[in-house]
Structures are given as structure tokens and as C-alpha cells.
């Protein structure tokens, strides 16, 4: 038995068609000052809401909530997500917002699953020579990279003192 999308469920709660989904919630995800000049960005812009309507439709088809970190990355990137309105002004949909939405109306993902047949096990991390915590929420250390002379950083996934929601990737370039 297959699990239903967000779409479905949210639209089975609200009592909505499925074709206004993507409305509904492209309204209750965006900042709330944004919902006050949304038609006079269309006016200007038709295509201004391009990867906020893709975020959003993305997220329609999700039938896990774990799944909505790779979405919200590939929005963040978005070719259309740039800019003073969206960036200082927030002129845009909130991903947080958006989140919540989704928490509320997703089941979790059950986190008890068996490691698939023929899986390798999970590598382990290197111990870090020297470990440095820059200001910010993620950490960083300094090793020595085998086969390489000389230092290396590395950004660890998952190793933030704020809960991100695994946003880091692992980043390594010499120094």
C-alpha cells in the first residue's frame, strides 16, 4: 500500500479540489507582509513566483516529510530564487513555513529501516587532528588528508549545534 502524497492529504483536510492546491498553499507558505503586494509583483513580473510554485508543487508530490530537505536545497538554487525582494525583503515563499505545513499534514518516515541487502556498512568518521568551531552552526575540522601533503577542511553533515535539518554537504579543499 503506497502512501499518499501531501497534495492529497492536505487537500482531504481543508476540503479542497485538487487543483487548488497549489494555490492554497503557495498563500499560507508565503511571508506574511508578501501576501499584501503579491499582485503587484505578478504585474511587473509574471514569472517572479517561479521557483516559490515549483517549491510548492514539489513538495505536493512528497509522501515522506524527510524527503522535503532535498527539495528545499534544490530551491535555495533555484535560477529564479535570487535577488534584493527575495533575499533582503523575503518577498517569497517561507521554506520554514512551508515545513510546518507539511509536518503537520505528513506522516514521519518510520526510522527503523533495515539496511538494504548487500549494503555497505556505514564508513566511519576520521578523528580530527586539530578541531576548530568558527562562529556560525557548523562545524569544521582540521586533518591531514591521507595521500595528500598538507592540511585539509572538511564540513561535517548533521554535526550543527542549531537543528538545520541536514542541509551541510561534506565539502573538503585543501588550504
Known amino acids: 500500500m503506497s502512501r499518499a502524497t501531501f497534495a492529497e492529504l492536505y487537500c482531504a483536510r481543508h476540503g479542497l479540489a485538487p487543483e487548488a492546491y ?3 498553499v503557495f498563500r499560507c507558505a508565503l511571508y506574511p ?3 499584501l503586494v503579491v499582485s503587484w509583483l505578478r504585474l511587473f513580473d509574471s514569472d517572479y ?5 515549483d517549491l ?3 513538495a505536493g508530490r512528497l509522501r515522506v516529510i524527510e524527503d522535503f530537505n532535498l527539495d528545499a536545497m534544490e530551491y535555495r538554487f533555484h535560477p529564479a530564487n535570487h535577488g534584493a525582494l527575495r533575499r533582503m525583503l523575503r ?22 529501516r533495515p539496511p538494504a541487502a548487500g549494503s555497505a556498512p ?10 576548530d568551531q568558527p562562529p556560525g552552526d557548523a562545524t569544521f575540522t582540521r586533518r ?6 598538507g592540511i585539509a577542511w572538511r564540513l561535517q553533515a548533521g554535526d550543527c549545534a ?11 579543499w585543501p588550504v
Open 162 to 172: 542549531k537543528p538545520c535539518g541536514g542541509f551541510h554537504a561534506h565539502v573538503t
Open 122 to 131: 556505514p564508513l566511519a568518521r576520521p578523528t580530527p587532528a586539530v578541531s
Open 33 to 35: 507582509h508578501t501576501r
Open 91 to 112: 518577498l517569497r515563499v517561507s521554506a520554514g513555513r512551508l515545513h510546518a505545513l507539511i509536518r503537520a499534514t505528513l506522516p514521519a518516515a518510520p526510522h527503523s
Open 22 to 24: 497549489v494555490p492554497a
Open 49 to 53: 513566483f517561479a521557483a516559490d510554485l
Open 144 to 149: 591531514r588528508v591521507p595521500g595528500e601533503p
Open 56 to 58: 510548492v508543487q514539489a
